[in-house]
């Protein structure tokens, strides 16, 4: 239950409401009174990209960035709070238009392992060994654009590299079939592990899955943190919801489909998830239209709904189901988990 989960999330999820048909609509909260936050909402952990740490840290040299991160996990002390991992943001510079560890243009791909040996600093200075890929801009617009074989090459040439930088990190790749790009490398959980195997150190590579990433996939969530979980490589989640195949919208968890999340709960309980160290992580954005006051509930409310349903799991009656599965009886086992998540 609570006490046996530890919740996470990133300050990228308290957000100003901005997108790309309109300004923002709520006022900016500073880092230091985000973190604030955490501990209110019922949240220990806090998951960063490297320049939610150390704002504009490419105008910085190496050793400022790490002094700069070593005030941040003062920061985080004061508050109780732990670093659960460290992404490097390679989407925004001009360097990676193209991508980065992909991009045709040798000096961008250079650019972006010099950014995630920074990344792999700061998590070292944040006492985290966890760093999260999310391989925003590895894919194309065009298929003509790059060459997949190759690509696939630069992607272990650069996790090589890092896993070569630091011995003890240990990388989370957050699959992504599409959004920036028409198409990404790396769409699934199965193309993550099998790119691990591809690295120098396959022990240390293993998964972060999204709730939306797999929903836009066409995939089930819960079966992809299953196939993870077969791997042991379920280093984390982000947990959110999706309503169909639309723009990735980091939806409330459980708000759009109560069932597929009760799923997601279900197996994550089912095999100890947390135990080996994991938090449950949320990725998820508070609606446009929330006034500055609500603009944290949308991670309240996922905590809860996850709390509720882990309940929920442990209430259901096993041995029906069991017994349901045996008989062959699966309109009766639907029933079942009907009756069950409508409370009767
Ligand atoms: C993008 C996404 C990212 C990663 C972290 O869709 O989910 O926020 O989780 O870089
Ligand atoms: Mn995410």
């Known amino acids: 239950m609570a006490g046996e989960y530890r919740f996470s999330f990133g300050p990228w999820n308290i957000h100003e409401g901005g997108d790309p048909f309109g300004p923002t609509v709520r006022d900016s909260i500073s880092f230091g009174e985000k973190l604030k936050l955490y501990k209110k909402l019922g949240f220990d952990g806090v998951q960063f990209h490297d320049d939610d740490a150390v704002p504009e840290m490419n105008k910085l040299g190496p050793k400022e960035i790490v002094d700069k991160a070593k005030e941040v996990r003062k920061m985080l002390e004061g508050e109780g709070l732990t670093a659960e991992f460290v992404a490097p943001r390679l989407w925004e510079d001009p360097r990676t238009i193209d991508g980065g560890y992909t991009a045709n243009d040798p000096a961008a791909r250079q650019y972006a392992k010099d950014r995630s040996r920074?990344?792999?600093?700061?998590?070292?200075?944040?006492?985290t060994k966890l760093i999260v890929l999310w391989l925003a801009r590895e894919g194309t617009y065009i298929r003509e654009a790059k060459d997949s074989k190759v690509a696939v090459d630069r992607l272990v040439e650069a996790i090589d590299d890092m896993l070569g930088y630091?011995?003890?990190?240990?990388?989370?790749?957050?699959?992504?079939?599409?959004?920036?790009?028409?198409?990404?490398?790396?769409?699934?959980?199965?193309?993550a592990l099998a790119l691990g195997y591809l690295t120098k150190d396959p022990k240390r590579v293993g998964v972060n899955i999204e709730?939306?990433?797999?929903?836009?996939?066409?995939?089930?969530?819960?079966?992809?943190?299953?196939?993870?979980?077969?791997?042991?490589?379920?280093?984390?989640?982000?947990?959110?919801?999706?309503?169909?195949?639309k723009f990735d919208e980091d939806k409330s968890f459980g708000s759009v489909n109560l069932r597929r999340a009760f799923d997601q709960v279900r197996l994550l309980d089912k095999y100890d998830y947390g135990k080996r160290g994991e938090f449950v992580g949320?990725?998820?954005?508070?609606?446009?239209?929330?006034?500055?006051?609500?603009?944290?509930?949308?991670?309240?409310?996922?905590?809860?709904?996850?709390?509720?349903?882990?309940?929920?799991?442990?209430?259901?009656?096993?041995?029906k189901v069991e017994?349901?599965?045996?008989?062959?009886?699966?309109?009766?086992l639907d029933m079942l988990i009907m009756s069950h998540l409508l409370g009767k």
Not at 118 to 127: P, S, Y
Not at 169 to 176: D, F, G, R
Not at 323 to 332: K, V
Request: proline share 5%; hydrophobic share 40%; net charge negative.
């Open 118 to 127: 920074r990344a792999i600093d700061i998590a070292v200075a944040l006492d």
């Open 211 to 245: 709730t939306a990433h797999a929903i836009l996939a066409g995939l089930d969530p819960s079966d992809e943190m299953g196939f993870a979980l077969a791997y042991e490589k379920l280093y984390t989640v982000h947990l959110n919801d999706q309503n169909g195949l």
């Open 282 to 319: 949320l990725d998820v954005k508070v609606m446009r239209t929330q006034k500055q006051d609500g603009a944290t509930k949308h991670l309240s409310n996922s905590r809860t709904v996850f709390l509720k349903l882990v309940e929920l799991v442990r209430s259901l009656d096993e041995g």
């Open 166 to 191: 630091n011995p003890d990190m240990k990388i989370a790749i957050e699959p992504k079939p599409n959004e920036p790009m028409d198409q990404a490398y790396i769409p699934t959980t199965g193309h």
């Open 323 to 332: 017994q349901l599965i045996a008989g062959r009886d699966y309109e009766e």
